[in-house]
């Protein structure tokens, strides 16, 4: 991740302060509640208005929210102390996304097939209701109490200006000025993990191809299955960590022939080492190398910045030497207008191998 996003607090955190009380307080202690009513809201008053809404109404969401929320009440009712003991340690973990993205094991993270091993009918249920809820945010009942995702995505952009996906640093992000938006990625997939799908530090705005066309439902908690079918955690950058640092970006070409120029013929390197792990998992899960090779071997990115300086600076009588100080100037103030940490790093590379040397 090139950059982290400002996390901008929001009434829409509401939804999952309803979800914490229904897993703590109604779920968690279903063995002594007896039996499912409205009655186990009565000490949060808006949520109690909510389910109240949801168990006189006959629509599909209510009855997707209101059952869900009582069938599940009923399988924890069956459950021990410790087992209860053990859902708060995965509940917790799943929904600290800052120590699950520093591979912290005090984070205790829970797939929907860890679940299943040993509580399948649970795992069913939760899978259904966490990967159908944020689709459902648009009920009424929840709107007059959480609001509309397409104000906080306004709120968002209005703090976060940088216009590019943070994630590839080369795809414009519909900001204030559009009428629609960018989808949230679930940063920990809501397919592959129960009991975060609506919380706002797990939902961060990418561009298409980031969240569509390259990561997808890839874990990034986790390294791609080796040979022998085991995985392991791993580190990866947390989207709205308050730490400054800087991806840095070195580009090697084996020729210097920008004419034939392909993907196979480019070398990358990113910095710095002490963010190696967190690099290379954000590598993997969103296709940077593969990208980044990509966009300097096309015509209209790598080839004309080249142009740029072979063609347009020297008619006007400038060095090629005079540009790179020129663009060195912008990429420190503005990395990412006109991708300029990848411009740069690629006609820093264009001259190690010596294509600017007969104009010295």
């Given at each position: 991740?090139?950059?982290?996003?400002?996390?901008?607090?929001?009434?829409?955190?509401?939804?999952?302060?309803?979800?914490?009380?229904?897993?703590?307080?109604?779920?968690?202690?279903?063995?002594?509640?007896?039996?499912?009513?409205?009655?186990?809201?009565?000490?949060?008053?808006?949520?109690?208005?909510?389910?109240?809404?949801?168990?006189?109404?006959?629509?599909?969401?209510?009855?997707f929210f209101y059952g869900h929320v009582e069938r599940i009440y009923g399988l924890f009712s069956m459950l021990t102390a410790a087992q209860i003991n053990q859902f708060q340690l995965w509940y917790q973990g799943n929904n600290d996304l800052e120590k699950v993205c520093t591979d912290d094991p005090a984070a205790?993270?829970?797939?929907?097939?860890?679940?299943?091993?040993?509580?399948?009918?649970?795992?069913?249920?939760?899978?259904?209701?966490?990967?159908?809820?944020?689709?459902?945010?648009?009920?009424?009942?929840?709107?007059n109490k959480?609001?509309?995702?397409?104000?906080?995505?306004?709120?968002?952009m209005s703090v976060n200006t940088t216009g590019k996906c943070p994630f590839c640093g080369i795809a414009d992000m519909q900001g204030v000025y559009h009428s629609t938006r960018e989808a949230y990625d679930h940063y920990l997939p809501k397919g592959l993990y129960p009991f975060n799908s609506i919380n706002f530090h797990n939902l961060v705005p990418a561009c298409h191809h980031c969240n569509s066309s390259y990561k997808t439902s890839k874990d990034p908690a986790y390294t791609p299955k080796d040979p022998v079918g085991a995985v392991h955690r791993r580190k990866v950058f947390y989207p709205y960590t308050a730490a400054t640092y800087s991806i840095d970006v070195k580009v090697d070409l084996n020729h210097a022939n920008i004419d034939?120029?392909?993907?196979?013929?480019?070398?990358?390197?990113?910095?710095?080492?002490?963010?190696?792990?967190?690099?290379?998992?954000?590598?993997?899960?969103?296709?940077?190398?593969?990208?980044?090779?990509?966009?300097?071997?096309?015509?209209?990115?790598?080839?004309?910045?080249?142009?740029?300086?072979?063609?347009?600076?020297?008619?006007?009588?400038?060095?090629?030497?005079?540009?790179?100080?020129?663009?060195?100037?912008?990429?420190?103030?503005?990395?990412?207008?006109?991708?300029?940490?990848?411009?740069?790093?690629?006609?820093?590379?264009?001259?190690?191998?010596?294509?600017?040397?007969?104009?010295?």
């Amino acid at each position: 991740m090139l950059f982290p996003y400002i996390y901008v607090p929001h009434q829409m955190e509401r939804m999952q302060e309803f979800i914490d009380f229904i897993f703590y307080e109604v779920w968690c202690k279903a063995p002594a509640s007896g039996t499912f009513g409205l009655n186990l809201f009565d000490s949060n008053a808006e949520l109690r208005e909510v389910m109240e809404v949801f168990y006189y109404s006959d629509t599909q969401g209510a009855d997707f929210f209101y059952g869900h929320v009582e069938r599940i009440y009923g399988l924890f009712s069956m459950l021990t102390a410790a087992q209860i003991n053990q859902f708060q340690l995965w509940y917790q973990g799943n929904n600290d996304l800052e120590k699950v993205c520093t591979d912290d094991p005090a984070a205790h993270l829970a797939r929907y097939s860890d679940i299943a091993v040993n509580h399948k009918d649970l795992a069913d249920q939760f899978g259904t209701f966490f990967k159908g809820l944020y689709s459902n945010l648009d009920i009424a009942a929840l709107k007059n109490k959480i609001g509309e995702i397409d104000d906080h995505y306004k709120a968002f952009m209005s703090v976060n200006t940088t216009g590019k996906c943070p994630f590839c640093g080369i795809a414009d992000m519909q900001g204030v000025y559009h009428s629609t938006r960018e989808a949230y990625d679930h940063y920990l997939p809501k397919g592959l993990y129960p009991f975060n799908s609506i919380n706002f530090h797990n939902l961060v705005p990418a561009c298409h191809h980031c969240n569509s066309s390259y990561k997808t439902s890839k874990d990034p908690a986790y390294t791609p299955k080796d040979p022998v079918g085991a995985v392991h955690r791993r580190k990866v950058f947390y989207p709205y960590t308050a730490a400054t640092y800087s991806i840095d970006v070195k580009v090697d070409l084996n020729h210097a022939n920008i004419d034939k120029l392909e993907p196979a013929d480019i070398q990358l390197e990113f910095g710095p080492p002490e963010l190696s792990e967190q690099i290379d998992t954000w590598k993997d899960v969103y296709g940077i190398e593969e990208r980044y090779k990509a966009k300097l071997c096309g015509p209209n990115d790598g080839r004309y910045w080249l142009m740029q300086v072979l063609d347009e600076w020297m008619e006007e009588g400038r060095q090629p030497a005079d540009f790179l100080v020129t663009l060195a100037r912008q990429e420190k103030n503005s990395p990412f207008a006109e991708c300029n940490f990848l411009k740069k790093a690629f006609l820093d590379g264009c001259d190690r191998v010596g294509l600017f040397l007969c104009y010295r």
